[in-house]
């Protein structure tokens, strides 16, 4: 009896499929992953204010100050604090808002949007 012989591994084709779906996946991950790795800086940055004396009784420019040096502690130095931070006062203290949103061009004309919002309070 003869037999087909049947391929055994993947053909050129398969490979050529694998090789466009993991760079799809990586060229997606290294373009969103900076903007998650600063957020997540800015909001552990935002955590330690928390626990800061005096911070509650400083007005917006002094945080946006504070903040300032250890974004650049951080080695984060193009965050616009003054366009995406806000502070609001409260009866215990104050609610610091940091809310924004970064647009990254994927390609072409594709672009994937994402949103950031993280409120901490600073009380007295």
């Known amino acids: 009896m ?4 049947h391929q055994r591994g993947m053909g050129f084709a398969s490979w050529l499929l694998v090789i466009l779906v993991l760079g799809s996946i990586l060229t997606v991950v290294l373009k969103l992953a900076p903007h998650y790795i600063d957020y997540n800086t800015i909001s ?8 800061e004396n005096g911070m509650a009784a400083k007005n ?11 974004l650049k502690i951080n080695q984060i130095r193009t965050f616009p604090l003054e366009e995406n931070l806000t ?10 808002i940091l809310d924004y949103e970064v647009r990254e061009a994927l390609v072409s004309n594709v672009d ?3 949103s950031f919002d993280k409120k901490i309070e600073l009380r007295n």
């Open 2 to 5: 003869n037999f087909p012989h």
């Open 44 to 51: 552990s940055i935002m955590d330690e204010m928390v626990t």
């Open 60 to 70: 917006k420019a002094q945080l946006i100050s504070a903040m300032e040096k250890k």
């Open 87 to 96: 502070l609001k006062s409260t009866k215990d203290g104050s609610q610091v």
């Open 112 to 114: 994937v949007v994402l």
